[in-house]
């Protein structure tokens, strides 16, 4: 597929981190409205630089465009695109007005395009090893989610020092403005939604709690730094998910069954370790120690947090292990080596290779209009909840997912290839006569 991309700001960098890995995405260019960034991303990797939108969209060799500008900018620019006979894939949210959203659908099915888009982590190896383990029915019935998505106290990180590896400031000013919740909580939306459903009822609550997170003046001053949120889904379960810039960087996911729980390490990483726990009595009553909560190996040991299992590989799997012509210093080979490592991993250009995969075998884009516009609801319900909280009932809805293919096909059966661990065993008749009389 040809595409070009409209905004070359920080996150332009993060697509091309797995450009290497994707020979059949052809980049017929860029644009950007700061004609110096566009000349900047057009000298380190070589792309041709269209002098405006309009010269972009009247391309016709140009089949889709990928919308990173600001989110403000989001609905002019998708509906110029659409309006011009392009494919569309955007970064999230896809507008913040909800019937500009829908709008934006209508017109991409009335012209027989595609609008999808972010986040694709959907995609990714970590949560496909999730569902996997669920549908092998590895921790019985799922019960309920708890979803941590905080990024640190905002105030204290020197957001504004932060930079691209081709030199694009990290927008911090627009990030604080927007909030954590609009900008973050989609990429566990996108998942627990896929997995469980719609969402047929949310109480939520959003507050700003710390005044001053940067010098630069911020409009407006006072947008959310946190957000909680309770989903009650069509299926029975229940989730929470909480969205910080105050709280230290957690970025897990738990889903507890009736029988076990998983848990996703980063939400942030496509290739998280995703550690599985069947309870046990020796595991629950362990847990009640402070020894075994805070030492890891005697915890693990007893079975508490379970096993870490081998991850699902899907056909683009590789594409994060590697980094190629994004920094080219032995400095930017190093961060690059310990941040996929660590810290954080995602091929953002995988989300663009499923729409062209679905585009090509004829069928339905693997997050269809329904399931978006639900996730927009969703962030947008949660995000504007306020100090005084909402119980509100989505207005979307969409047909429940079923998983890819790759993701879920593989020969390994989670729920049978488990094995606790041989010191949790042994402790089975301790645990058993320490709690009788």
């Not at 993060?14 to 960034?37: K, L, Q, S």
């Not at 957001?159 to 400031?169: F, H, I, K, N």
């Not at 889904?233 to 909480?242: P, S, W």
Request: aromatic share 8%.
């Amino acid at each position: 597929m040809k595409i070009a991309f409209v905004g070359c700001g920080y996150v332009f960098d993060i697509y091309m981190r797995t450009r290497w890995a994707y020979p059949e995405i052809e980049i017929r260019g860029v644009f950007d409205i700061d004609a110096r960034r566009a000349a900047v991303v057009s000298q380190h990797y070589g792309f041709k630089v269209y002098p405006s939108y309009a010269a972009l969209l009247a391309d016709p060799g140009v089949e889709a465009v990928v919308n990173l500008t600001s989110i403000n900018a989001h609905y002019e620019v998708i509906k110029r695109a659409l309006e011009a006979g392009k494919h569309v894939y955007s970064e999230k949210p896809t507008t913040k007005n909800l019937e500009q959203t829908r709008e934006l659908f209508a017109l991409a099915e009335a012209r027989g395009l595609v609008l999808t888009g972010a986040p694709c982590n959907l995609y990714s190896d970590a949560i496909s090893t999730v569902w996997k383990a669920l549908r092998d029915n590895a921790i019985g019935k799922p019960v309920l989610v708890y979803a941590e998505m905080d990024d640190n106290p905002a105030h204290l990180m020197r957001l504004e020092t932060v930079q691209s590896p081709t030199g694009a400031p990290f927008p911090y000013a627009e990030e604080l403005q927007e909030g954590c919740t609009v900008e973050h909580v989609g990429y566990h939306l996108v998942w627990i939604c896929a997995i469980f459903g719609p969402v047929l009822s949310v109480t939520a609550f959003s507050k700003a709690l710390v005044a001053r997170k940067t010098a630069t003046p911020l409009s407006p001053a006072d947008t959310p730094d946190f957000s909680v949120a309770c989903l009650n889904f069509a299926n029975g379960v229940a989730a929470r998910i909480t969205c910080s810039w105050v709280a230290p960087r957690d970025h897990r996911l738990r889903i507890i069954g009736d029988a076990g729980e998983i848990v996703l390490d980063n939400t942030f990483h496509d290739q998280s370790p995703v550690h599985l726990e069947r309870f046990s009595r020796v595991s629950l009553a362990a847990r009640k120690a402070y020894t075994a909560r805070n030492q890891p190996l005697i915890g693990r040991a007893l079975g508490i947090g379970g096993r870490r299992q081998p991850l699902v590989r899907r056909w683009k799997s590789h594409a994060v292990e590697a980094e190629r012509g994004v920094g080219r210093s032995l400095k930017h080979k190093f961060v690059s080596w310990l941040r996929r490592r660590e810290i954080y991993a995602q091929d953002k250009l995988l989300g663009i290779a499923e729409m062209m995969r679905a585009l090509r075998e004829g069928r339905p884009q693997p997050m269809p209009p329904d399931f978006l516009l639900h996730l927009n609801e969703l962030t947008l319900l949660i995000q504007g909840s306020g100090t005084d909280g909402i119980a509100t009932v989505p207005k979307t809805t969409f047909k429940p997912l079923a998983p890819l293919q790759d993701a879920v096909s593989g020969a390994r059966n989670y729920a049978s290839t488990y094995r606790p661990h041989t010191l949790e065993k042994l402790m089975a008749r301790v645990v058993e006569k320490l709690h009788r009389r």
